[in-house]
């Protein structure tokens, strides 16, 4: 969360900034809300939450070190009108997680002109399910979820414009692990906000 909001605030100084994120309460919500918020003049939040989409997640992020592997399903199944919205506005859309990025994928195939679609990965998604299942003891080549991520996050890498990535040591991953063209692959290292915390 820190991540992608630092990068869009600062993508605000300069551009306008719509973020549609789903919201996964604690508590199942009793009906679709959105809640818009102005993080600065050029960015704004929109936090969307509905019943069918709270128990997508909830089925993935109660099985598994609370992740919320469902939330491309939950987007296929309640197709917020909302996100359509956002992603008619955009010039370049940036999806967070591989397994978000087919949905919208295909919906921006609906439009009547071509939007950059960029992957902001935290990750190697794949490697990482892959060692959480062997740190729990599972035979990861039995557990469901590392190869879903896995053709997730493989789909998303081949369908990216650009990918950003948070190591050179994660660019060389995507290029030797999905064949990944070098040129489509940004590093964004990590910071540290120095005047906060000394």
């Known amino acids: 969360r820190v991540r992608v909001h630092n990068l869009l605030e600062n993508l605000s100084e300069q551009h306008e ?52 592997l469902g939330s491309g ?11 359509d919205e956002l992603l008619d506005w955009a010039d370049v859309v940036l999806v967070e997680f591989p397994w978000q990025f087919e949905y919208c994928r295909l919906r921006l195939r ?28 599972v035979t990861v080549s039995r557990f469901p979820w590392t190869e879903y991520v896995g053709r997730a996050e493989a789909r998303a890498v081949a369908a990216a414009e650009l ?6 040591a994660d660019r060389d991953l995507f290029v030797t ?17 120095t005047d906060t915390y000394t």
Do not use: M
């Open 73 to 83: 399903a939950a987007l296929r199944l309640t197709r917020p009108a909302l996100l």
């Open 17 to 68: 900034v719509r973020q549609f994120c789903l919201s996964w309460g604690e508590r199942r919500p009793r009906r679709k809300s959105v809640v818009r918020s102005e993080l600065t003049p050029n960015y704004h939040q929109y936090r969307y939450s509905s019943p069918l989409a709270w128990a997508c997640a909830a089925v993935a992020q109660r099985s598994w070190v609370r992740v919320p």
């Open 177 to 193: 692990h999905y064949a990944a063209d070098p040129a489509r692959i940004v590093v964004a290292p990590n910071g540290a906000d």
């Open 110 to 137: 609906h439009l009547r002109r071509p939007v950059p679609l960029v992957l902001a990965a935290h990750n190697l998604e794949r490697l990482k399910f892959e060692s959480w299942a062997r740190a729990a003891g």
């Open 163 to 168: 990918v950003i990535a948070v190591s050179g």
